[in-house]
């Protein structure tokens, strides 16, 4: 049951009965004692006399998938199925990062019918998001009062990365098909194989000038190459302690999520094969064995559910799922916040274990540098110490990754996606992928 906001009022009116009744000679707190039973028995009354909720049927209408901060449209239809026309409010119990508005949609449904009531989401949270039950308030005749029940009714919406660093792909596939020999700017490197001849022009590498296919032609003729395909990238995500940490308008994961989202795009393009592990102590997520057209939307899916837990990373764990996953020489992407010395030593303990066998990248997200304040107060300063401090540890991680082997890469959020394609890029141009 719940009262309407005409109930206080019916109850003020009662103001002008028991004035009359007390100038008449009635007492006064007998007046509005009355008064009072009076206005309760027509709430109760009001409220027994209003259509049962539970006479209801509901049916959702949620798509399967959205991405984060994008607009989606869900339904609900309502059926009646008791003898009595139901007036009243229906609210849609999703969790406060849904987006959903907050006021209650009002539903007037007669015997029989169905109405379908519109509730707009915009997702403020990646992952799961679920609504259990509905709540419906049926008004009495009277408008004082009525009768309000929960009805079941799960439904959940899987909201995806929203993958913002897409933006920086044409530029980068234009370079992948520089590489591949369908522009007249060719690269030679090592590792790379033979794909056609052409005819020379200004500025080629005089290196690749096929002189026999010259004197057949009559004219200066270049060989073209292509970088090797079928190379497997094994991409780690750290999902432990150091990736809940707030970097920007969001977590570190979210932005090596989006540098590895822009490097699959890119890899699966250039025909090589993606792995991905999403790692602490235990595996939180895995895409494997799948290229193509099927392969961003299977990484996003995976992606969607993992949260940061606040636990150590066990290293020597992570290498052995990338040894699990490729045994051929592959590029392995670690993306990972290692930016304190006395933190890192777990993980450059175990860093030589794969540096041995295959082409390791660390990539880390940083925060972005602090301006230089030339009048800078107290807090100012220790502002700039902090970050001072942190570069410098940073850096020295940084230092240790390359004395194990492997190349450090480290940005801020928004630059760290497009400069981990470059890397794979100069990977590829220099025949050493």
């Known amino acids: 049951m719940y009262v309407t906001g005409r109930l206080p009022l019916f109850v003020g009116l009662g103001v002008v009965p028991v004035v009359l009744l007390s100038i008449a000679g009635v007492d006064a707190w007998l007046a509005m004692a ?41 339904g609900v239809t309502v059926r009646n199925t008791g003898v009595r026309t139901l007036r009243g409010r229906v609210r849609d119990a999703w969790q406060p990062t849904a987006g959903a508005p907050l006021e209650r949609a009002a539903v007037d449904i007669p015997p029989g019918e169905s109405r379908l009531v519109r509730v707009p989401l915009l997702p403020r949270r990646r992952g799961e998001l679920r609504t259990e039950f509905l709540v419906v308030r049926s008004a009495g005749p009277l408008g004082l009062a009525g009768r309000q ?20 792909l044409p530029s980068r596939l234009a370079r992948l098909r520089e590489l591949d020999g369908n522009t007249s700017v060719q690269v030679r490197g090592q590792g790379t194989e033979f794909d056609s001849l052409r005819e020379y022009v200004r500025g080629d590498d005089v290196r690749s000038i096929d002189w026999r296919a010259t004197a057949r032609a009559g004219t200066t003729m270049l ?41 699959s795009a890119l890899a699966s393009r250039a025909g090589d094969h993606v792995h991905l592990v999403m790692f602490d102590r235990l595996v939180r997520a895995r895409v494997t064995g799948v290229d193509g057209p099927g392969l ?5 899916d995976a992606m969607a559910p993992v ?13 052995a799922q990338v040894r699990r996953l490729t045994s051929r020489p592959s590029l392995v992407v670690l993306l990972t916040a290692q930016d304190a010395p006395e933190a890192a030593r777990g993980f450059l303990g175990s860093l030589p274990a794969v540096t041995a066998r295959t082409r390791v990248v660390v990539a880390s997200v940083t925060d972005d540098p602090v301006p230089a304040d030339p009048r800078p107060d107290a807090d100012e ?34 630059d760290l996606p497009p400069a981990v394609a470059d890397r794979y890029l100069a990977l590829k141009a220099a025949g050493r992928l």
């Open 34 to 74: 009355g008064w009072a039973l009076l206005s309760i028995a027509l709430a109760l009354t009001d409220a027994a006399a209003a259509p049962d909720p539970r006479q209801l049927d509901v049916v959702r209408e949620i798509p399967r998938r959205s991405l984060l901060g994008q607009q989606v449209e869900t």
């Open 149 to 168: 029940r929960r009805l079941d009714a799960p439904g959940a919406l899987r909201v995806l990365p929203p993958f913002t660093s897409r933006r920086h």
């Open 223 to 263: 060989r073209t190459w292509r970088p090797e395909r079928d190379r497997h990238v094994v991409i780690i995500i750290d999902t432990g302690r150091t990736a809940a940490a707030r970097v920007g308008d969001g977590v570190r994961m979210d932005a090596a999520m989006e540098a590895a989202l822009l490097l």
């Open 296 to 300: 961003l939307p299977a990484l996003v």
């Open 307 to 319: 949260d940061p837990q606040l636990i150590d990373t066990d290293w020597d764990a992570a290498i």
């Open 381 to 414: 300063l220790y502002r700039q110490a902090a970050y001072a401090r942190a570069a410098r540890d940073a850096e020295r991680v940084a230092a240790a990754v390359r004395r194990a082997g492997a190349e450090s890469i480290a940005a801020s959020p928004d």
